[in-house]
């Protein structure tokens, strides 16, 4: 099996932990980047909704959870992936440890399997894995990177309904 790009984001509330989780990762994967991730907090949920594939009440449910400041994205290869049912096993298990340190619910996301990573990369980055190894392998994983992301065009129904109703 070849070696595989994975993604795991802290988010705001989950990130007194983020010490630990980031030891942790560097035991057992390549962490290739760190991104601190910004997005409006007006856009928010808007962004879960794409993010997740979730309709605007279970995304608002989120938000709630997860907090709307700054998250950690971490983008990570793990060299000896291990499938059972299409899910690499060893990135489940660390996402469960992870929630299990922050006393359960989903404070950490973890992309399980190479479809769901190209989504990840696809949505936060707009490349595909070997594009982000290409962009941001080189720079090395030790300073984060500030990114901010704009909501996408087609979501301007979105920004017009959060201000009606001031989300």
Known sequence: MTKELSVFIIWSNGQYLTEPILADLKQNLKIIKIFEYVWKKEEFVFHL??????????SLKKKKECGTGHFLVIVAEDEIPKYQ?????????????????????????????????????????????????QKFEDEGSDNPIIYHQKLRPESRW??????????
């Open 49 to 58: 909704m794409q993010f997740y594939h979730k309709n605007f009440f279970r």
């Open 85 to 133: 049912d299409g899910i690499n096993v060893h990135i489940m298990k660390l996402k469960y440890k992870y929630r299990h340190w922050c006393h359960g619910g989903y404070l950490i996301h973890a992309s399980d399997n190479q479809d769901e990573c190209k989504a990840n990369l696809t949505y936060l980055f707009g490349v595909s894995g070997a594009e982000f190894l």
């Open 158 to 167: 979105m920004k017009y309904f959060s201000r009606l109703w001031h989300f």
